[in-house]
Nanobody, 121 residues
Framework: QVQLVESGGGAVQAGGSLRLSCAAS????????MGWFRQAPGKEREFVAA??????????YYADSVKGRFTISRDDAKNTVYLQMNSLKPEDTAVYYC????????????WGQGTQVTVSS
């Protein structure tokens, strides 16, 4: 089982920026498809962004709520995926989770412990 360790959460003001990191170990990172999810108190966990591996390179996907503000990227040499969050809004406040799946699968089967992001008005 792949292990994921998240970092970079914290408190920022609305309009600010934050970068989350997720370090992976245990399996071949370059062929993982990676995702970021978030969960606010009392709310369902929701998809934020994904970096999906393919033979012709990874592709990025975003939830409509973060499109144009968040950017997912990966550094295979460091076995790390990032989520750059710009123009943060109070509604972005949540625990953010990194997830991984084998690229021949359709569901994520490994999750990090989560990191808190708090955006104040």
């Amino acid at each position: 089982q792949v292990q994921l360790v998240e970092s970079g959460g914290g408190a920022v003001q609305a309009g600010g920026s934050l970068r989350l990191s997720c370090a992976a170990s245990g399996r071949t990172f370059s062929r993982f498809s990676m995702g970021w999810f978030r969960q606010a108190p009392g709310k369902e966990r929701e998809f934020v962004a994904a970096s999906n591996w393919s033979w012709n390179g990874s592709r990025s996907y975003y939830a409509d709520s973060v499109k144009g503000r968040f950017t997912i990227s990966r550094d295979d040499a460091k076995n790390t995926v990032y989520l750059q969050m710009n123009s943060l809004k109070p509604e972005d406040t949540a625990v953010y989770y990194c997830a991984a799946r084998d690229s021949d699968k359709t569901t994520y089967d490994a999750w990090g412990q989560g990191t808190q992001v708090t955006v104040s008005s």
